[in-house]
């Protein structure tokens, strides 16, 4: 039930919001997306009320649930506070139903956990953030470790700064080179990083070794949410 | 004067927002900067009104001017607002206030041109979106075609996405390598673009030329305001 009357030319997108999202995981595809020709960007939750992210800003939504149009890309970002989106039903029911119209479905980081969860990526080749990647398969994906994935209309993006290449193959992919060049130039991405210890396939392994351990738990508890969900899908009293 | 008693082992960074801010440039740096060792990261502004952004997101100061403690790394964003912010007084005396005990005075995009407004870059060398580079030689500086740009205290970046190389390059700079490259494979800073367009060196000159025109009117308004700004601050009456 749309408020706002959308004009057929509007590229409509819609980006979730929730409680411990990763800001950079959304200010890196916003900054592209809001360049696409004749976008209007959406920030979605529950209700209006400010939201804090993972580390402490305070973002406030500009349509809530009730009043969200059917979107062209309908995106999900990461975060710790993706566990919580895990088990709420009122996000992932949302996230169903906003799916079945949506052009592209998609996802950063641990953002796609949050669509595996909600049942969206059941069959489709899918990544996420480099430490979790294995876990997609258990949601029924087909984990891929590459900066972006695309399979038939679902596109998902590696962890956090991922974000930025995930939505210039958006732009590609809806707009062509051209369109996907200029807002590359318009928002200077030219990666020039110190470093090569992006990935773990490019770290020292010590350094992996030591970013697993410190993120051990919550690899654990991320797991182990899983298996509960889908133990749970499975009881014959809780068909999904 | 601080109404938070900073403990001396805390690294304190300010982050300066103002409406018309870049998202990006200020989520790039802020998604390092909060994961480096005991940083508190403050979102300052004269008043805790809630920000809206060029492209309008709106973000929650979580720090006034009056409570704003010495930081050890001052950061100013750019965005379109910019053009306000260079002659709003007070930014500017806030600016120039808290850069006299800061430990790194710094900026991405046209964030650049405010610190130069502020009178903070002259005689330094620095950096800004390629668009508006050579402006900062009006401001005294020294325009230098980098993504990240060191002189002495000041640490500046070019456009938009280049807040991400210059937040690591201060990670390096005040924790070393190994804390840097750690963030990094935390935020899995990879980059893999698919166009090499996102400097105007790489990007086709037929595509530099049509960007280039479509931000000739903001450019010309950024010149013609930074001329006059200049003109005032020679007037005797007006000695800065």
């Known amino acids: 039930m749309s408020t706002q009357p959308q004009s057929t030319s509007d590229l409509v997108v819609g980006m979730l919001l929730f409680p411990g999202l990763t800001l950079l995981d959304l200010a890196g595809p916003y900054e592209v997306f809001s360049r696409l020709p004749k976008a209007r ?40 506070g993706q566990l919580q989106v895990m088990e709420d039903d009122r996000f992932l029911s949302f996230l169903r139903e906003k799916s079945q119209a949506a052009g592209l479905i998609t996802s950063v980081c641990t953002g796609s956990l949050i669509l595996g969860a909600a049942g969206l990526l059941r069959g489709y080749r899918a990544t996420t953030h480099w430490r979790y990647l294995d ?102 009293t809780r068909q999904s």
Chains 1, 2 share one sequence.
């Open 41 to 80: 960007v959406h920030l979605v939750a529950a209700r209006f009320d400010p939201i804090l992210s993972e580390k402490g800003v305070l973002i406030t939504p500009d349509t809530s649930f009730d009043d969200a149009p059917t979107f062209d890309i309908l995106f999900v970002p990461g975060g710790t």
């Open 135 to 236: 876990l997609l398969g258990l949601l029924g994906a087909q984990p891929i470790p590459e900066r972006v994935v695309i399979d038939r209309n679902r596109i998902t993006g590696a962890g956090v700064s991922a974000g930025i290449d995930f939505a210039l193959v958006v732009a590609f992919v809806l707009f062509g080179e051209t369109t996907a060049q200029a807002i590359q130039l318009a928002i200077e991405y030219d990666p020039a990083p110190s470093f090569h210890s992006g990935s773990p396939k490019s770290a020292d392994s010590s350094l992996v070794n030591r970013i697993s351990t410190a993120t051990g738990e919550l690899y654990e508890k991320r797991r182990r949410q899983i298996e509960r969900i889908i133990a749970l899908s499975r009881e014959p």
